[in-house]
Every structure is written in structure tokens, then in C-alpha cells.
DNA sequence: CTTGATATGTTATACTATGACGCTTAACAA
DNA sequence: TTGTTAAGCGTCATAGTATAACATATCAAG
């Protein structure tokens, strides 16, 4: 169960690969990676940071992409729906999937002082879940596990 | 793992039995249950269901308890910190603690239709983040753990 | 070429949340 | 008593998050 982002690594190739990845899927999809849909997944993927629509959109603005929030959060309802990117519930912000592609329960490991966000996945979680769910005759069909805490950098930061 | 909610109950029970424990625990603790803070207890108490700030500011204010948002976000806040009510992330809306004053890590099942909330309890989740985090090297300070989904009730409902 | 589906541009507005300041009250010490 | 502090509340103003609704544009299919 790896999890990227508290540890180094090739950072632009987060990017490339992503974005890659994301043009495929949506070409046997049938669905359009549009040029503001693109940027905003490149702009999350810049970061393994939660990022608030209006800070997203501020950056389209600055690139003539876009300027009402709208234009911010169709893109984004785009990204989440088809398994781009995320919403941190907790924040009210999103962050680029790292399995994109792929189905799963995600995890997020929040750092309150800088905002990064690990994504992790839970078998388990979703399994256990799903007995709670069963015997309640509850039917699951999306799940938010989120934990919030600190980063190994910001304990570093603090302890010093 | 009882989870109450979904199913019939003696509710008076609920609302009386939690605000005494509440009474009890904040005299013991030297916290104040003003008022204001007992009165949105109890309407939060009323429902099994997640109630919106704004929501429960317009119930005080037809009771003359206050009129401007952070009343009824203060009371929320007091609650809240002081485990008698949790926030419904994914909702932006709150609800009774059905657990008060013991130490636990809910798990929350939300109906999509009539907003009724389920609160059960998760060991298992938590040891397993937990090891996940250790591994990261990441401090969880607390967890929020949300299934989205259709209730008995309401799945009833939509079959008919 | 027209129709329908999808995406985008734009205006306006709704919903959620908090900062800041002043008043009151209760507890306690001087 | 008076002064001081802390907590709670009343209120105004504003910040931050999100969406409804309608106009325009583009493109592929019929």
C-alpha cells in the first residue's frame, strides 16, 4: 500500500505520467480532456496539495482560461467523476488521484499545517464498512475516510 | 457495533437520556451548557438527521435564542469540541453524538435522500490507518470516516 | 443545413463560515 | 468595595464556497 507525497520523488513525472494516462482513458472513453479540464488536472498534479477551487481559478485567470468560478468547478466535476481527482471534504479543496484508472477506496492523510495530502488505499476499511452497512441494510455507494494529522516534515519543523 | 438511526426506537429516550448525560458530564468537566447550547443539543437531538448551521439558527431565532449565524456556529463549535455532536464533512451540517463521553472514532453511514445519519464505531479502521500511517511516518490527530449511500427506508422507497 | 449534445462564457445569487468589537455576567483577588 | 479576568453572547460586516440559469460556440450525426 504505497503512498506518495510526504517523500521525495521525480515530481515531474507525477505529472507526465498522469496527464498521460488521463488523455488515454478519456480517448477510449469517448469523454474530452479539454484544454481548461487539462490545465486544472496539471495545476493539482503541480502540488500533492489540497487546493480550493478559487485558488485554482485564480491561476486559470492568470492564464486567460477562465475567470468565473463556474469555469472552476465544471472542470473539477469533470476530474472527480471520472477518477482524476478528489475532494478533501474536510477542506473544501481537491487534490489529483495518484491511481487514476483504477477503483478504489481512497485514504487521505491530510498535514494540517501544510495542506499536503497523501493518498493511500483501504481494502479493509471498505470491507469492514460494508458488514457495519449490511446489517443496517444501508447501501454504500461512496465512501470519504480522511484522516488529518501531521506530515513527517511538518513534525520535523515543529520539534525543532 | 450498534448503530441507531435507521430503525425504530423510543426517541424521546435519546433526547433525554443524551442531555442529562451531557448536563452531568459538563458539571463535572466545568463547562457551561448554557441555554442556548442545550437548546441546539436537543434540536439536533430531535432528528437523526444532519441539520445545517443556518438551519438550526432559524429554529433559535423563531425562539428568540439568537439571530446571527455565529450564535448558532459557537453552540455548534462548543458541541462539537466537547464530543456531545460531530460535523458532517461531507454535508457541511452537523449532528448529535450518539456516543457521548466515550472515547471512539464514529463512522458515519448519511442517506442521500432524507439525510438521516447513523453513527456506529470502528476499531478496526483506526488500527489499520494507523499502521498505514506509521509507515508514512504521519501523526493522525483524527479521522473522519463518511458512507454515502440509501438507507433502508429510502431504498423502500425508490423501489415502489 | 439543421439538430442535438457537449462545453464554455457570464451574470447573479445562494449557502457556509468567521473576524472583530462591545456588552454583560460571574468568580475571584486586592 | 473595587478592579480584574474569563467566558458567553449580541451584532455588524465580510470572507469563502458553490451553483442556478441563460447565452454562445462548436462539432458530429442525420
Redesign the interface.
Same mark, same amino acid.
Given at each position: 500500500?504505497a503512498?506518495i507525497g510526504?517523500t521525495h520523488h521525480d515530481h515531474s513525472c507525477c505529472i507526465q505520467n498522469t496527464v498521460d494516462v488521463a488523455d488515454k482513458h478519456c480517448k477510449q472513453a469517448g469523454l474530452q480532456l479539454t484544454p481548461i479540464r487539462k490545465r486544472v488536472l496539471e495545476i493539482l498534479l503541480e502540488e500533492h496539495r489540497a487546493l480550493g477551487a478559487y485558488e485554482i481559478l485564480d491561476r486559470l485567470r492568470q492564464e486567460n482560461l477562465g475567470s468565473q468560478p463556474p469555469v472552476a468547478y465544471r472542470a473539477l466535476d469533470f476530474l472527480v467523476k471520472n477518477g482524476f481527482a478528489h475532494k478533501i /471534504? #474536510?477542506m473544501n479543496a481537491f487534490v489529483a488521484c495518484t491511481q487514476p484508472g483504477e477503483v478504489h477506496t481512497p485514504?487521505f492523510?491530510i498535514?494540517?499545517e501544510c495542506d499536503t495530502v497523501?493518498e493511500?488505499a483501504?481494502e479493509?476499511?471498505k470491507s469492514?464498512?460494508g458488514r457495519?452497512?449490511k446489517?443496517?441494510?444501508?447501501?454504500? /455507494? #461512496?465512501?470519504?475516510?480522511?484522516?488529518?494529522?501531521?506530515?513527517?516534515n511538518c513534525?520535523d519543523a515543529t520539534a525543532s
Open positions: 500500500m503512498a510526504f /471534504e #474536510r485514504v492523510m498535514c494540517r497523501a493511500s483501504s479493509l476499511s469492514q464498512l457495519t452497512a446489517d443496517l441494510g444501508f447501501t454504500i /455507494e #461512496r465512501i470519504v475516510i480522511e484522516a488529518e494529522g501531521l506530515c513527517p513534525q
